[in-house]
C-alpha cells in the first residue's frame, strides 16, 4: 500500500496564476483533509470531505476550493493564487472519523512558493 | 475558539539528556494526540490518550494526559539524534470534532 500520496511535491506559482494539488488514498478511508503548515502555527485545517462527492470548510478556506469526485482523491485548488498561500500543504485520511480511536495518516506535503 | 498551546517552541539539547514537552489548552478535551514529524515528511501519530491522569509509554517516551483533561505531557528520556523532529500534540474538543493541532515543539539532538 502506498499510503497517502501528494502531487506535486514542489511547486513555483506567481500571483494570480492557478494550480490544482491532487490527494490520493488507497486505504479505502471515508474522511480526507486538507491542512496548511506554516512556520510557528502548527497544522491548519483547510477544507474536509466526510465521503465521496462531499466536502466542508475548515479553519482557513478563504482562497481554496476542494472536490472529492472519487473515495480516493482529495483535490485543493487555487484560483489566484497569493504570496500568502506560500506554505507547506498536507493531505491526511482518516478511519472511525470523530471518534477517539481516529487516527489521520498523512501525506509527504506539497511545497507551495507564490511570488 | 479552543486554543492549543506547545513549550518550548525549540529545544536543543545534547544526546542523552531528557527533556519533556508541554502541550495546553484553554478547554478541555475529548483526547489528545501526539505525533513527530520529519523534515520533508508528514505528520506521524505516536500515541493517543483520552482518560485524565492517564500515562502512556513507547520506549523512551512518556505521554502524560492531566487530571482535569486540559494539558499534557511528552517526556524523553537519555535523548538520541533520530528522536531530532518537530512534535505535535492535537487535540478534538467533543465527539466528531476535528483536530486541533498545536503550534510545534522544533526538537534537535545532538550526538
Known amino acids: 500500500n502506498a499510503g497517502v500520496t501528494q502531487t506535486p511535491k514542489f511547486r513555483v506559482l506567481k500571483t494570480g496564476q492557478s494550480m490544482t494539488l491532487l490527494c490520493a488514498q488507497d486505504?479505502?478511508?471515508?474522511?480526507m483533509y486538507w491542512y496548511r503548515q506554516d512556520p510557528g502555527m502548527g497544522l491548519r485545517l483547510i477544507h474536509y470531505?466526510?465521503?465521496?462527492?462531499?466536502?466542508a470548510k475548515g479553519e482557513v478556506p478563504d482562497g481554496y476550493n476542494v472536490s472529492r469526485l472519487k473515495k480516493q482523491n482529495f483535490l485543493l485548488g487555487l484560483e489566484s493564487a497569493a504570496p500568502s498561500q506560500t506554505s507547506v500543504y498536507f493531505c491526511a485520511s482518516s478511519y472511525a472519523p470523530g471518534t477517539v480511536q481516529e487516527t489521520q495518516y498523512f501525506g509527504p506535503g506539497t511545497r507551495l512558493l507564490v511570488l | 475558539t479552543q486554543l492549543l498551546e506547545q513549550s518550548p517552541q525549540f529545544l536543543s539539547i545534547q544526546e542523552g539528556e531528557n527533556l519533556t514537552v508541554y502541550c495546553n489548552s484553554s478547554?478541555?478535551?475529548?483526547?489528545l494526540q501526539w505525533y513527530r514529524q520529519e523534515p520533508g515528511e508528514g505528520p506521524v501519530l505516536l500515541v493517543t490518550v483520552v482518560t485524565g491522569g492517564e500515562v502512556k509509554k513507547l520506549k523512551r517516551l512518556t505521554f502524560q494526559f492531566g487530571d482535569a483533561r486540559k494539558d499534557s505531557s511528552l517526556h524523553i528520556t537519555a535523548a538520541q539524534p533520530g528522536d531530532t523532529g518537530l512534535y505535535l500534540c492535537a487535540a478534538t474538543y467533543n465527539q466528531g470534532g476535528k483536530l486541533i493541532f498545536g503550534q510545534g515543539t522544533e526538537l534537535s539532538v545532538k550526538p
Open positions: 486505504m479505502n478511508h471515508e474522511y
Open positions: 470531505s466526510v465521503g465521496e462527492g462531499t466536502t
Open positions: 478547554s478541555v478535551f475529548s483526547s
